[in-house]
């Protein structure tokens, strides 16, 4: 079975731009979190989906925003791009909300200059 | 608000050998999940081990093992034999059973360098 996919692997925007990360669970979960990893760090909690509701978000500006598709994959958006959103964003997904195994994806290292 | 500590931002030790990882965490949760999770330098993040707080037992998976002292709260990882591929970022994460709060909190992390 195939893994939790991320996409793109590798990205570089400009400050002010916007970014639209993307990520697939493992068929049959539905739970969908994000997390942000600045480099040195643990990875910070952003936002978590279920069933294409927002379930829990993190300390972060309205700049980050997500949905939830009804194939249960997910986006992650971020405007006005600022130096500081340099990182590696991670992806998890769970069966359901009361699973407390999350999987996680290989990443998206998004580069702001 | 939970806080998860890690002490040791580095260790090293030779092939063949244990050790020990250190983790702290604070929480007004009674019952809740514990995980290390591993790193390499592909960047998975790739689960070693899961506690839960319910039980007593310390959880094992194979050469991996953990001391959880619940009142201490505290959540140290064990590696007996260690392998080259062990050499890894290790997280140590917390998260909640309240409805709304299934989320992970990390450390910082220990780099774990594993020496032929």
């Known amino acids: 079975d195939a893994g939790v996919t991320q996409s793109p692997t590798h990205l570089i925007k400009t400050r002010g731009q916007h970014v639209t990360l993307r990520c697939s669970p493992i068929?049959?979960?539905?739970?969908v979190s994000w997390y942000q990893q600045v480099l040195g760090q643990g990875p910070q909690f952003i936002f978590q989906?279920?069933?294409?509701?927002?379930?829990g978000r993190g300390n972060f500006p309205d700049r980050f925003s997500a949905r939830q598709f009804p194939n249960y994959s997910s986006e992650l958006n971020v405007n006005a791009l600022l130096l500081g959103d340099s990182a590696l964003y991670l992806c998890?997904?769970?069966?359901?909300?009361?699973?407390?195994?999350?999987?996680f994806g290989p990443g998206t290292r998004l580069t702001v200059t | 608000a939970q806080t998860v500590t890690q002490s040791q931002p580095e260790m090293s030790v030779q092939e063949a050998e244990t050790v020990t990882l250190s983790c702290t965490y604070d929480?007004?949760?009674?019952?809740?999940?514990l995980f290390w999770y591993k790193q390499p330098p592909s960047r998975q993040m790739i689960l070693v081990i899961r506690q839960e707080a319910y039980k007593q037992q310390n959880a094992t998976e194979n050469r991996f093992s953990v001391n959880f002292q619940k009142a201490a709260k505290s959540f140290s990882l064990k590696i007996s034999d260690s392998q080259l591929g062990d050499t890894a970022m290790y997280f140590c994460a917390f998260m909640g059973t309240n409805f709304g709060n299934e989320k992970l909190t990390f450390g910082t992390g220990t780099r774990l360098t594993i020496i032929p």
């Open positions: 929480t007004s949760e009674n019952n809740y999940y």
């Open positions: 998890a997904s769970s069966p359901g909300t009361y699973y407390y195994e999350q999987y």
């Open positions: 989906y279920y069933e294409k509701e927002e379930r």
């Open positions: 068929s049959g979960h539905k739970s």
